[in-house]
Every structure is written in C-alpha cells, then in structure tokens.
C-alpha cells in the first residue's frame, strides 16, 4: 500500500481514538448535568425539558462512541 494511503489511515485511527476518549467524559458530564437540573426542577416543563436532554445526550453519546469504535476496527483491518 501506499506511504500516502497508510498516513491517511494511521491519522484516522488516531483521530478516532481520541473522538471515542473525549466522547466518554463528555457524555458522564453532560448527563450528569441533565440529571441534577431535572431533579432541581421548579416546574415539570423545564423537567421534561432536561429529561429530554438527558435522553437524547446519552442516545448519541454511544453512537459516536460505538461508531468511533467501529470505525477504528475496520481502519485496522488495513
């Protein structure tokens, strides 16, 4: 293979490493947030509001997580 074509995949797998290392504290964080404005709430449309939020936080939270993952392992394949 190619220099051009292993620099290109080796800067993929790194780019993903960090995407799904960052993606796991980000996603603690913010549903973590969600979760004490929910309970903190003063009336139930700001609480269904954070409970959306939570929801969709963690939903996409492991998509980019499972796709990063995903991703490096067919990259690794090469």
């Known amino acids: 293979m190619p ?3 292993t620099q290109i995949i080796s800067f993929f797998q790194t780019a993903l490493t960090w ?3 960052l ?5 603690a964080v913010m549903a ?13 449309h700001s609480a269904m509001g954070h409970s959306k939020s939570l929801s969709n936080t963690i939903k996409y939270g492991v998509i980019a997580i499972l796709a990063g993952g995903i991703v490096s392992t ?3 394949m090469f």
Do not use: E, K
Request: proline letters at 4%.
């Open 19 to 21: 995407l799904t290392a």
């Open 32 to 44: 973590t947030y969600h979760a004490i404005m929910r309970s903190t709430a003063q009336d139930d």
């Open 74 to 76: 067919i990259l690794g």
């Open 3 to 5: 220099t051009f074509i």
């Open 23 to 27: 993606a796991i504290p980000v996603v």
